[in-house]
């Protein structure tokens, strides 16, 4: 065993972390109430709440430099899931260990949890008045152009040059066209960048990482933590192996105990085991997770339709809290359609709150388990060309969902249509939907013409839909 991996039984060792204080000397109370301001502001997608991290955490309060920033927010990029919440994970565990990560971890999906839950009663229990049909409505259009957006966004950061563009173009046409499933995709994007990463070929050597975030520069030895690594951030294998062990029952005992109590039929078995599947795989961002999510609760377990998947992704985006906030809404609808014995409310909130726990307990598996050893990972070239294609590959997923978001938008009908050996819905142009239409090109005019922000746009479009609903409600 390396020394770097030696197993150190001595007093700075992250298991007695719990109560000892901290070399910086940021009271670990003080920094609860930064984290909460945090999660209060966290509106605007991965980007918006990475930004709100850096502005908070390194240019006003000074914990990190921007170096050590960016090496954690690299790291972060490489775990399935939601990196803005790793990265809030990250740092807390950083400035004050394992309850600093917990807290802060926790606190970054609290507002939104409770949010996205208070929002999904209203919607099954009010969703038919006028004024809340016609809020959704209004969301829909704004939401397709927020989606476009992160197309161009993803698409200018990523796709450097034209093998990386030829990768995002494969995985459109490879989902799009062949419903290839969205794991499969990454792997295979995965193998081609860390082959190519080993074979030293540069057009994969560019893709992937993260330019410089703020607009000030606070460098490490001037932050509070300072140059040095923390003694309990440091590589223990011991420590590493028992925090993963804690976390691997948390996640996967519930879900062995509802597989084996209820049988793989049951909603609660189904929603466990496939929201545990998509915390693994789901590389790539909020938007890749979507299509992901979409295309197997859509298409495979009918748990919500198309148009109700664009409202999830509408009450996402306008509450605070990471995107993937939105995989709550499905579970918890598709507990409400299949309750069993339980009250559907209860069934469905209990199925949110299930969705919730595996979504996010692997979070905090891969921060402990893999955070002490990022250096590592931020050297290797192969990994960073791997991360690059599949970066690359998730723009065409992205495409995919705003694809498929925009048929569904715009219009009423799709006819199944043989292509190349694939079955593709193409529009009934007769039944484009032009209230819809003409509220999305309003919205894309307010966002890329006038860059306007996004909760701006989503709520002038859902309240231009209320009074689109109101005003045909009283013809």
Not at 73 to 88: D, F, S
Request: net charge positive; proline share 5%.
């Amino acid at each position: 065993m390396s020394h770097d991996l030696s197993v150190r039984a001595d007093a700075d060792s992250p298991p007695a972390s719990l109560g000892r204080s901290t070399a910086h000397g940021e009271p670990f109370g003080e920094a609860m109430k930064v984290w909460t301001r945090v999660a209060a502001l966290s509106f605007g997608g991965p980007a918006g709440q990475i930004a709100v991290m850096h502005r908070i955490i390194v240019e006003e309060k000074k914990w990190i430099g921007e170096n050590r920033f960016l090496q954690a927010l690299n790291y972060c990029t490489l775990l399935p899931g939601p990196e803005a919440q790793q990265l809030a994970t990250y740092i807390g565990w950083l400035m004050h260990r394992t309850r600093g990560g917990l807290f802060a971890g926790t606190l970054f999906v609290l507002p939104g949890l409770l949010s996205i839950m208070a929002l999904s009663w209203i919607y099954v229990l009010l969703g038919k008045l006028t004024i809340v049909e016609g809020l959704f409505f209004g969301l829909k259009a704004a939401v397709l152009v927020i989606v476009i957006e992160a197309v161009l966004r993803v698409g200018k950061r990523a796709l450097r040059n034209n093998v990386l563009v030829a990768l995002a173009a494969l995985s459109f046409i490879a989902i799009f066209f062949y419903d290839v499933p969205f794991p499969i995709i990454v792997l295979g994007a995965g193998l081609i960048g860390y082959a190519g990463g080993v074979a030293g070929y540069r057009p994969l050597l560019a893709g992937g990482g993260h330019g410089k975030v703020g607009a000030r520069q606070v460098v490490d030895r001037d932050s509070l933590l300072g140059e040095e690594t923390p003694e309990h951030a440091r590589p223990n294998l011991r420590w590493s192996l028992s925090i993963a062990a804690v976390f691997l029952a948390l996640w996967l005992v519930p879900v062995a105990l509802l597989y084996v109590g209820l049988g793989g039929g049951n909603v609660f078995s189904q929603i466990a085991v496939f929201f545990s599947k998509m915390a693994i795989v789901t590389f790539g961002g909020a938007y890749a997770v979507l299509a992901y999510v979409a295309q197997q609760a859509v298409e495979h377990y009918h748990w919500v339709t198309p148009s109700e998947m664009l409202d999830g992704l509408g009450l996402a985006e306008t509450t605070p809290g990471p995107l993937i906030m939105v995989t709550q809404f499905v579970g918890f609808l598709a507990a409400w359609r299949e309750p069993g014995s339980l009250p559907p409310l209860l069934a469905a909130t209990l199925g949110g709150l299930l969705t919730t726990w595996v979504t996010f307990v692997p979070c905090f598996l891969w921060i402990f388990f893999g955070a002490p050893f990022v250096e590592a990972l931020r050297a290797n070239r192969a990994l960073g060309a791997a991360l690059g294609a599949i970066t690359a590959a998730v723009v065409g997923v992205i495409l995919n969902l705003a694809v498929w978001f925009a048929l569904h938008v715009l219009f009423a009908k799709l006819v199944p249509t043989p292509f190349l050996g694939a079955s593709v819905l193409v529009p009934f142009l007769a039944s484009v939907d032009w209230p819809s239409l003409i509220l999305a090109a309003a919205a894309a005019v307010a966002i890329f013409r006038f860059r306007l922000g996004m909760i701006p746009v989503l709520l002038a479009s859902a309240l231009a839909g209320m009074a689109y609903h109101l005003a045909i409600g009283l013809v």
